[in-house]
Each structure stands twice: as structure tokens, then as C-alpha cells.
């Protein structure tokens, strides 16, 4: 089930965590897939019912940005099915949403005019038998994104990353993709972009890829989560790393950019990095906690999209509450880009 909340930025708002607190007040709940038992019962989780509906929005400003979204309005959940760790595109029109799955045929991608007034068009799973390289395993399919880069020899390209098991002994890598078309055919890189380490039993596993473009710059990064043991979360750290200008591989270093804190509301788990920039600072928003009700949303802010990342003081930003249950793992989306201040923003 997906939630939406629309906020419309300004200089005099987006200062320092407080600013954050705002923004980020209106991240929408996403709750656990039965496509993803695997991922659950690493957190012994059960399944949570959402029983208070939020109501429905008036999105602020969008007409002045000329942006064709019908009636103006949003009515939550904006999907109401099982969709876990949704990532949104706006392109030419339309907003572009794909999420976890299972098994192949994956990759699945919907698209809708009016942030889901009207439905949700499948137009079809990018992953399937015939561009599956051998390395990937034939499941594990977590937290799919998708972004839009612009320039270079071909034009703009669209670039998925995502989770995937190795074929070899199932541990979870990162698979990188690209198509001149955002519905493909995509063509996937014969070896994964990020590789677990170890192998079998001893393998730690890397998940929940981010690609991060810097809209003063134009450089992007990838951000990422790495396990801290053989098929644990437990104690894992997010990972960044500069990449060429055509987001396909790496041109710096890894950095660990986070670690987790095992006396707080963290208890030792974090994951799901998505990282904004806002005046000249970057914002790193990660989701904590065991995959279950009491799975929450944090900040860190840096003056560097590398880090070193200073956590905020009013962690969690977003918890549970009478409408929220285990709210976590959304991403961004804006309908202009680069964002600019004015720009609508939603949170997923």
C-alpha cells in the first residue's frame, strides 16, 4: 500500500533538520510483500494493517508549474495493493513507479497521468527470461529504481538498479541496467555492479541501491546498503560511491557514509538510503529498526554528498502513529528537474 503527500519547498523553510523534520513529516508508509518473504523473515516480521485512511490532498501549486495532473488532488493509499519499496520517476508527463517482486519476471513498471486518480497502467516487467544475464539468480528482485540521465552520445538513458540474488549461492548483489527507452528493452551488465563479498556461508550481501545526481554538479553516486554479517541486516552500514557521468560504473572509492547505533531507536539496522540535496546541504534518509511496526525514517545531513553525515537530533522523523504503521523505505520524485525551490515534491 503506497501513500502520497505533496509539499511545496521555499528558501525560508528548507534550513537545517528542523526544515527536514517538515519535509520529510509527510513520507508515506510502505508496508512488507508477500513477493518478499525472504526479506521479512530476516526481521521475524509480521504482517500490519493499515486502518485509518489519510484523506485526501490538495497538491499546492502544480498548476503553476504546468504540470497536467487532472483535478489536482490525490486521494491515499495512491495504490492500494502490495507493493514494497516503490521508486517514482516524472517523465514527460507521467510518473513512473517500480517496486520489489520476487522471482522473474520482475522489474515491473506501472505509470499513471494522475499519481493514481484513474488507476495504474502495467505496461510490463523490464526483467525478464530474455535479458536475464547468468550471473542473476531468479530471485530477490528488492527495491528496483529508476532514474533518467541526461546527455551524452545516445541522448538521455534510463538507468535501473537493483537488488538481485547471485546465481551462484544466492547472495544478495546490485544489478545495473540501461535502456534509451524508459520501457526498454533493457539491457543488464554482465557482472553486478556492486558484488557481495564471501562466498555461500561466508558471503555478505550489498541491497537497497540509490542513485543519487547532484542537480548543481551533475555528478552522480551510488548509495547502498551493506549487511553486516551472512544473511543479517543486523550491524550492516551505507555505502557510497562516485560514478562516471553516465551512471555505469565507478570512478572513486567506496565510503561508508553511516553506521547504525545499537542503544537507539536504530537497534542496529539501517538501510534503504535516499539522498536530496537542499542549499548547498545533502540530506541522507535511511529507514531503521526491524521490519515491522516499529520500522522508522531518520535523517543525516553533510555538507558532502560522501559524508561525513551528522544524524538528527529529532530522529525518528517518521514513526508509527494512528494512521502509520512501520512507515519506511519511500523514495523522491520531483516534477522538475534538476528540483528547484517551488517545485512539488512527493514522498512515497
Known amino acids: 500500500m503506497w501513500r502520497f503527500k505533496s509539499l511545496k519547498s521555499s528558501p525560508k523553510i528548507l534550513t537545517g533538520f528542523a526544515a527536514v523534520v517538515l519535509l520529510i513529516g509527510v513520507f508515506a508508509a510502505v508496508l512488507g510483500s508477500q513477493q518478499s518473504q525472504e526479506r521479512r523473515s530476516r526481521a521475524q516480521a509480521n504482517s500490519i494493517t493499515f486502518t485509518e485512511p ?11 508549474l504546468g504540470v497536467d495532473v487532472g483535478s489536482a488532488t490525490y486521494t491515499n493509499p495512491v495504490l492500494n495493493a502490495d507493493r514494497p519499496d ?17 522471482p522473474s519476471p520482475s522489474w515491473p513498471l506501472l505509470r499513471s497521468k494522475t499519481l493514481g486518480v484513474g488507476g495504474w497502467e502495467f505496461l510490463g516487467n523490464m526483467l525478464n527470461a530474455s535479458n536475464t544475464p547468468s550471473w542473476m539468480g531468479n530471485d530477490l528482485r528488492w527495491a528496483p529504481e529508476i532514474r533518467k540521465l541526461q546527455g551524452g552520445a545516445g541522448g538521455s538513458t534510463y538507468v535501473i538498479v537493483s537488488t538481485t540474488a547471485r ?38 550481501g550489498v541491497l537497497d541501491p540509490h542513485q543519487f545526481i547532484d542537480p548543481d554538479t ?55 538510503p535516499e539522498v536530496i540535496k537542499r542549499n548547498g546541504s545533502y540530506y541522507l534518509f535511511y529507514s531503521a529498526n526491524l521490519i515491522n511496526e516499529n ?21 525518528p522523523i517518521l514513526k508509527r502513529n494512528s494512521v502509520l504503521s512501520g512507515p519506511g523505505h519511500g523514495s523522491f520524485v520531483s516534477i522538475q528537474e534538476p528540483f528547484e525551490d517551488g517545485s512539488v515534491e512527493t514522498e512515497w
Open 54 to 64: 489519510l484523506p485526501e490532498t490538495v497538491i499546492s501549486g502544480i498548476t503553476r
Open 218 to 272: 551533475g555528478k552522480v553516486y551510488l548509495f547502498w546498503k551493506e549487511d553486516g554479517g551472512h544473511q543479517t541486516g543486523m550491524g550492516g552500514v551505507i555505502k557510497g560511491r562516485e560514478m562516471d557521468s553516465g551512471g555505469t560504473s565507478f570512478i572513486g572509492p567506496p565510503v561508508t557514509v553511516l553506521t547504525p547505533t545499537s542503544t537507539n531507536w536504530e537497534v542496529n539496522q539501517i538501510e534503504a
Open 295 to 315: 520500522y522508522a525514517v531518520g535523517v543525516a545531513r553533510s555538507s558532502s554528498p560522501l559524508g561525513p553525515y551528522t544524524k538528527g537530533p529529532a530522529n
Open 86 to 102: 516503490p521508486s517514482v520517476l516524472y517523465d514527460n508527463g507521467y510518473f513512473y513507479m517500480m517496486h520489489t517482486t520476487g
Open 167 to 204: 546465481a551462484s549461492d544466492g547472495a544478495l548483489t546490485i544489478a545495473l541496467a540501461t535502456a534509451q527507452s524508459i520501457t526498454g528493452p533493457y539491457t543488464v551488465q554482465n557482472a553486478p555492479l556492486v558484488d557481495a563479498t564471501g562466498f555461500g556461508a561466508t558471503s555478505i
